[in-house]
Protein backbone atom coordinates (compact mmCIF):
# COMPACT_ATOMS: atom_id res chain seq x y z
CA UNK A 1 0.00 0.00 0.00
CA UNK A 2 1.61 3.25 -1.35
CA UNK A 3 0.65 6.60 0.80
CA UNK A 4 0.18 10.09 -0.47
CA UNK A 5 1.29 12.93 1.56
CA UNK A 6 -0.48 16.12 2.51
CA UNK A 7 -0.23 18.77 5.08
CA UNK A 8 -2.48 19.70 8.25
CA UNK A 9 -2.56 22.57 10.62
CA UNK A 10 -3.32 22.56 14.41
CA UNK A 11 -5.10 25.33 16.50
CA UNK A 12 -1.36 26.91 17.59
CA UNK A 13 -0.62 26.98 13.53
CA UNK A 14 1.63 24.38 13.85
CA UNK A 15 1.76 22.48 10.37
CA UNK A 16 1.94 18.96 10.09
CA UNK A 17 2.46 16.17 7.48
CA UNK A 18 -0.67 14.20 7.07
CA UNK A 19 -0.24 10.30 5.18
CA UNK A 20 -3.25 8.78 3.45
CA UNK A 21 -3.12 5.56 3.99
CA UNK A 22 -6.05 3.48 2.28
CA UNK A 23 -9.28 5.83 2.19
CA UNK A 24 -7.61 7.16 5.46
CA UNK A 25 -5.84 9.96 6.51
CA UNK A 26 -3.37 9.55 9.43
CA UNK A 27 -1.39 12.65 10.84
CA UNK A 28 3.02 11.58 10.30
CA UNK A 29 3.80 13.48 12.49
CA UNK A 30 3.07 13.03 16.34
CA UNK A 31 0.97 16.04 18.06
CA UNK A 32 1.94 18.93 20.18
CA UNK A 33 -0.14 21.05 20.92
CA UNK A 34 -0.94 22.97 24.57
CA UNK A 35 -4.44 24.34 23.55
CA UNK A 36 -7.93 22.06 22.56
CA UNK A 37 -9.04 23.10 19.04
CA UNK A 38 -11.47 25.53 20.81
CA UNK A 39 -8.26 27.25 21.99
CA UNK A 40 -8.47 26.70 25.40
CA UNK A 41 -5.42 25.69 27.23
CA UNK A 42 -4.25 21.97 27.87
CA UNK A 43 -2.58 21.98 31.42
CA UNK A 44 1.25 21.35 31.53
CA UNK A 45 1.38 18.85 34.31
CA UNK A 46 5.23 17.67 34.88
CA UNK A 47 4.60 16.33 38.97
CA UNK A 48 4.17 12.86 39.09
CA UNK A 49 1.61 13.02 42.06
CA UNK A 50 -0.44 15.76 40.75
CA UNK A 51 -0.59 13.74 37.41
CA UNK A 52 -1.83 10.57 38.63
CA UNK A 53 -4.77 12.58 40.40
CA UNK A 54 -5.77 14.60 37.64
CA UNK A 55 -9.45 14.36 36.79
CA UNK A 56 -8.78 17.24 33.83
CA UNK A 57 -6.47 16.85 30.18
CA UNK A 58 -3.03 17.32 30.90
CA UNK A 59 0.15 17.23 28.69
CA UNK A 60 3.81 16.71 29.06
CA UNK A 61 7.30 16.14 27.46
CA UNK A 62 8.85 12.96 28.13
CA UNK A 63 10.76 13.06 31.22
CA UNK A 64 9.52 16.75 31.42
CA UNK A 65 12.19 17.59 29.16
CA UNK A 66 11.37 20.34 26.35
CA UNK A 67 13.76 18.82 24.58
CA UNK A 68 12.09 15.90 23.78
CA UNK A 69 9.49 17.64 22.79
CA UNK A 70 10.89 19.10 19.60
CA UNK A 71 11.65 15.28 18.13
CA UNK A 72 8.68 13.49 19.90
CA UNK A 73 5.66 16.11 20.62
CA UNK A 74 3.55 15.99 23.75
CA UNK A 75 2.25 13.04 26.26
CA UNK A 76 -1.41 13.74 26.79
CA UNK A 77 -3.20 11.89 29.42
CA UNK A 78 -6.89 10.32 28.56
CA UNK A 79 -8.61 13.37 29.57
CA UNK A 80 -7.13 15.38 26.90
CA UNK A 81 -7.87 12.87 24.18
CA UNK A 82 -11.49 12.27 25.88
CA UNK A 83 -12.49 16.45 26.24
CA UNK A 84 -15.16 17.63 24.42
CA UNK A 85 -13.26 20.85 23.72
CA UNK A 86 -10.99 18.01 21.30
CA UNK A 87 -7.50 17.22 21.26
CA UNK A 88 -7.40 16.67 17.84
CA UNK A 89 -7.19 19.59 15.07
CA UNK A 90 -10.22 20.83 13.37
CA UNK A 91 -11.69 18.24 10.42
CA UNK A 92 -9.54 15.59 12.79
CA UNK A 93 -10.29 13.04 15.31
CA UNK A 94 -8.49 10.81 17.61
CA UNK A 95 -9.47 7.24 15.61
CA UNK A 96 -11.90 4.87 17.02
CA UNK A 97 -10.78 1.10 17.27
CA UNK A 98 -12.57 0.27 14.16
CA UNK A 99 -10.53 2.51 12.22
CA UNK A 100 -6.91 1.18 13.87
CA UNK A 101 -8.48 -1.90 12.81
CA UNK A 102 -9.10 -0.93 8.83
CA UNK A 103 -5.59 1.07 9.21
CA UNK A 104 -4.17 -2.97 9.79
CA UNK A 105 -6.29 -4.63 7.49
CA UNK A 106 -4.89 -1.95 4.87
CA UNK A 107 -1.20 -3.45 5.75
CA UNK A 108 -2.70 -6.82 5.58
CA UNK A 109 -4.15 -8.10 8.65
CA UNK A 110 -7.24 -9.82 9.24
CA UNK A 111 -9.58 -8.01 11.24
CA UNK A 112 -10.10 -11.10 13.58
CA UNK A 113 -6.60 -10.38 14.18
CA UNK A 114 -6.75 -6.31 14.65
CA UNK A 115 -9.28 -7.19 16.98
CA UNK A 116 -7.87 -9.32 19.87
CA UNK A 117 -5.76 -8.21 22.62
CA UNK A 118 -1.86 -8.58 23.38
CA UNK A 119 0.73 -8.46 20.75
CA UNK A 120 -0.36 -9.38 17.32
CA UNK A 121 0.72 -9.10 13.51
CA UNK A 122 3.35 -9.83 11.18
CA UNK A 123 4.60 -6.95 9.63
CA UNK A 124 2.22 -4.21 9.95
CA UNK A 125 4.74 -2.77 13.18
CA UNK A 126 7.31 -2.38 11.10
CA UNK A 127 5.50 -0.96 8.09
CA UNK A 128 4.37 1.80 10.54
CA UNK A 129 7.58 2.58 12.62
CA UNK A 130 9.87 5.29 10.97
CA UNK A 131 13.17 4.36 9.40
CA UNK A 132 15.20 5.80 12.33
CA UNK A 133 15.59 6.33 15.70
CA UNK A 134 14.59 3.52 17.36
CA UNK A 135 17.15 1.48 19.69
CA UNK A 136 19.07 -1.62 18.72
CA UNK A 137 16.04 -4.37 17.82
CA UNK A 138 15.81 -1.88 14.40
CA UNK A 139 13.96 0.72 12.94
CA UNK A 140 10.83 0.31 10.62
CA UNK A 141 10.35 0.67 6.71
CA UNK A 142 7.92 3.44 7.16
CA UNK A 143 5.75 2.00 4.12
CA UNK A 144 2.90 3.24 4.35
CA UNK A 145 4.54 7.05 5.91
CA UNK A 146 2.92 6.62 9.39
CA UNK A 147 6.38 7.56 10.06
CA UNK A 148 5.68 6.29 14.31
CA UNK A 149 8.46 7.29 16.44
CA UNK A 150 9.76 6.06 19.69
CA UNK A 151 8.32 8.98 21.80
CA UNK A 152 7.79 6.27 24.69
CA UNK A 153 5.11 6.70 28.09
CA UNK A 154 4.43 8.12 31.15
CA UNK A 155 2.29 5.88 33.67
CA UNK A 156 -0.40 6.10 34.48
CA UNK A 157 0.27 6.75 38.02
CA UNK A 158 2.38 9.70 36.41
CA UNK A 159 5.60 8.45 38.69
CA UNK A 160 7.69 7.20 35.68
CA UNK A 161 8.32 7.45 31.91
CA UNK A 162 9.08 4.27 30.30
CA UNK A 163 10.34 3.31 26.47
CA UNK A 164 11.75 6.50 24.97
CA UNK A 165 13.69 4.94 21.78
CA UNK A 166 12.10 1.37 22.32
CA UNK A 167 7.98 1.64 22.12
CA UNK A 168 5.56 4.30 21.28
CA UNK A 169 1.47 3.56 22.37
CA UNK A 170 -1.06 5.50 20.45
CA UNK A 171 -4.58 6.62 21.98
CA UNK A 172 -8.26 5.50 20.40
CA UNK A 173 -11.20 7.33 21.19
CA UNK A 174 -13.18 3.49 21.79
CA UNK A 175 -13.80 2.64 25.41
CA UNK A 176 -12.86 -1.03 26.48
CA UNK A 177 -15.47 -1.60 29.31
CA UNK A 178 -16.10 1.13 32.52
CA UNK A 179 -12.65 2.43 33.17
CA UNK A 180 -10.76 1.32 30.04
CA UNK A 181 -9.93 2.57 26.37
CA UNK A 182 -8.36 0.59 23.59
CA UNK A 183 -5.00 1.69 22.33
CA UNK A 184 -2.59 0.65 19.65
CA UNK A 185 1.45 0.14 21.08
CA UNK A 186 4.39 -0.31 18.87
CA UNK A 187 7.40 -2.12 20.23
CA UNK A 188 11.29 -2.00 19.21
CA UNK A 189 11.43 -5.80 18.59
Known amino acids: ?70 RYGKLYNWYAVNDPRRLAPDG ?12 ETTMGMTAAVGDTQGWFGTTQGTQLKSTSGWDEYGS ?23 LMGRGASFWSSSDYGWDLVWYRALDAN
Open 140 to 162: GTDRVGFTALPAGIRSFDGGAFY
Open 92 to 103: WHVPTEEEWIEL
Open 1 to 70: QESTSGTMWDVEGNAYRTSLIGTQSWMAENLSVSHYANGDSIPHVQDGEQWASLTGGAWCYYDNDPENGE
